[in-house]
C-alpha cells in the first residue's frame, strides 16, 4: 500500500467485478475507499455457474495486478486457445487458434460469481471497507464533496463517487446523466450444457438467421456454458419449449461439432439492450462498467470494455486526478465503448436474416476472413482484447 501525501475518500458503488475492482486498485494506491453494495458477498457452489465472461489479456492482467486472478480455483477457469465462428446459413467459416499470434491462450472463460466472491475477499483484504445490504438511496454534490445517503439513513462524505451499479444504475438516473438507447430486440438465454466429446479449449459461435448461439469451454472438458441470442420471438419459443425440444434445436444449431449434449443446468434468459452514457463525469462523480455502457454479449465484451475504463482510470488518479484529466479518460473511453457497439451492430446486423444476398456475402466474408492474413489478424487482436 503506498503512502499518499494527500490520500482521497472515494465512494464506489456497486460490487459487481467492475466496482469490486476499482475498489481495490484505488486502495492499493493508498487512498481510503468504501466499496457499497445492496447484496451480499457472491456465494458459489459446486456447480458451474449461469452466468460467465470470456476475458480477454488485458482484463486478466489487471486481475493479477489486483491480487485476484492468483486465487481463482484453477478448475473453475476455461482457457481457451481456439476460436471457431461460422454461419449456419452459408458456407462461410473462419477458425484461429492462440499459436498464430503466439500467444499461449486467446484468454479464458471465468464464472461471474466466482470471480466477483474472490475479487470481495481481495478487497478485504486490501483494506477497502465493504458496506453490504445497503443501497445507496440518494446523493448530492457539496463544495468540492459529495454526501452519500445510504437506505439506512447513514451518510458519508466523499472526495469522489464512482457508479459501478450496473445497466440499470440509480446513480445514474438521479445524476439525470442522458443516455442513448436502443433495443436489440434479442434475448439472451444462458445454460450450462454437458457435450459428448471435449470442447478442446475451443470457444465456438454460430449465427442462426434469428441470432448467434456461443459456445463457451468451463474448466471441465466436457461443459461449456451457452449464450444464445435469439430475436424475442424466438427466444420466448425456446424458453417456453420442455428441455427435449430447446435440446433438440440446440443440438441441430450445434452442426453436430460436440457430439450429443445434455442440458446440465437451469435455462435464464436476460434482455439484450445496447446503451451508453452521453456524460460519463458530473463534477467528482464518474460512472463506470455497465453503468457507462452496455453492448451486445456476442463478441463477449462488455465486461472487457469495463475493465479497460477500470485500467485508464487507475492511471487516472495514479497520476493526478483533475477535471481535465477525468475528461480525457471520458473522451478516450467513450471512444472505445462507442468503437465496440458499432462492431456489434455491424456483426448483428450482416448475421441476422436470411436473404440470399446477405448470405452469400457473409460467406465470402468469412471465408476471405479465414484466408487474408491481416482481417483473421485483427479478429484475434480484438479476441485478445488488444482493441479494448
Ligand atoms: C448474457 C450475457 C453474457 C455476457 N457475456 C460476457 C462475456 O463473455 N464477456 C464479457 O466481457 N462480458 C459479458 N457480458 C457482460 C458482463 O456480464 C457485464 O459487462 C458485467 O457483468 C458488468 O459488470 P458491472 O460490475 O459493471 O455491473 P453489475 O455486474 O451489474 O454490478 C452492479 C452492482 O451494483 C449493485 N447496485 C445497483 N444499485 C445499487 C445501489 N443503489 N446501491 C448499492 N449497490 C447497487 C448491484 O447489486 C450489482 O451488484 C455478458 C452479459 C450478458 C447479459
Redesign the pocket.
Known amino acids: 500500500m503506498k503512502q499518499l501525501n494527500r490520500a482521497l475518500n472515494i465512494a464506489v458503488?456497486?460490487?459487481?467485478?467492475?466496482?469490486?475492482s476499482t475498489a481495490i486498485g484505488l486502495r492499493q494506491q493508498g487512498h481510503h475507499v468504501y466499496l457499497?453494495?445492496?447484496?451480499q458477498q457472491p456465494q458459489y457452489s459446486d456447480e458451474p455457474e449461469l452466468?460467465?465472461?470470456?476475458?480477454a489479456h488485458h482484463?486478466r492482467d489487471l486481475l493479477k495486478q489486483l491480487g485476484a486472478w492468483q486465487q481463482l480455483p484453477v478448475e473453475r477457469l476455461g482457457p481457451y486457445t481456439g476460436m471457431h465462428v461460422w454461419d449456419q446459413d452459408s458456407f462461410g467459416s473462419i477458425e484461429f487458434t492462440a499459436a498464430e499470434v503466439a500467444a499461449d491462450d486467446l484468454g479464458a472463460?471465468v464464472e461471474?460469481k466466482v470471480l466477483e466472491h474472490v475479487l470481495w475477499q481481495q478487497a478485504l483484504t486490501v483494506g477497502v471497507q465493504v458496506i453490504a445490504g445497503?443501497?445507496?438511496?440518494a446523493h448530492h454534490h457539496q463544495d468540492n464533496q459529495l454526501v452519500i445517503t445510504l437506505a439506512g439513513q447513514r451518510h458519508l462524505t466523499v472526495d469522489y463517487m464512482i457508479a459501478?451499479?450496473?445497466?440499470?444504475?440509480?446513480?445514474r438516473a438521479r445524476e439525470k446523466l442522458p443516455l442513448t438507447y436502443w433495443n436489440y430486440e434479442q434475448t439472451?438465454i444462458?445454460a450450462v450444457v454437458r457435450t459428448e466429446h471435449p470442447h478442446q479449449g475451443i470457444a465456438r459461435q454460430v449465427f442462426l438467421p434469428t441470432g448467434p448461439i456461443?459456445w463457451?469451454p468451463l474448466g471441465d472438458a466436457q461443459l461449456v456454458s451457452i449464450?444464445w441470442s435469439a430475436d424475442d420471438a424466438k427466444a420466448q419459443e425456446l424458453l417456453a419449449a420442455d428441455e427435449r425440444s430447446f435440446m433438440n434445436q440446440l443440438q441441430a444449431a450445434s452442426d453436430q461439432c460436440l457430439g450429443r449434449l445434455e442440458l446440465a443446468s437451469q435455462r435464464a434468459a436476460?434482455p439484450?439492450k445496447m446503451q451508453y452514457a452521453q456524460r460519463w463525469v458530473s463534477g467528482r462523480l464518474l460512472v463506470?462498467?455497465?453503468?457507462a455502457h452496455?453492448i451486445h454479449?456476442l463478441a463477449?465484451?462488455?465486461?472487457?470494455?469495463?475493465f479497460g475504463d477500470v485500467i485508464a482510470l487507475l492511471r487516472v488518479f495514479e497520476a493526478g486526478v483533475n477535471p481535465r484529466t477525468l475528461r480525457a479518460w471520458e473522451r478516450q473511453r467513450k471512444a472505445a465503448a462507442v468503437t465496440m457497439i458499432g462492431a456489434m451492430e455491424g456483426f448483428k446486423r450482416g448475421f441476422s436474416g436470411s436473404h440470399p444476398v446477405l448470405k452469400l456475402i457473409r460467406g465470402f466474408g468469412l471465408r476471405m476472413g479465414d484466408r487474408i492474413p491481416p482481417l483473421k489478424r485483427f479478429l484475434i487482436q480484438t479476441a485478445l482484447g488488444e482493441t479494448h
Open positions: 458503488i456497486g460490487g459487481g467485478m467492475i466496482g469490486l457499497i453494495e445492496r447484496g452466468r460467465v465472461s470470456a476475458l482484463s472463460i461471474n445497503e443501497a445507496v438511496v459501478a451499479d450496473g445497466a440499470a444504475s440509480p446513480t439472451g444462458v456461443a463457451l449464450v436476460f439484450l463506470i462498467g455497465d453503468a452496455a454479449p463477449g465484451q462488455g465486461a472487457n470494455l469495463g
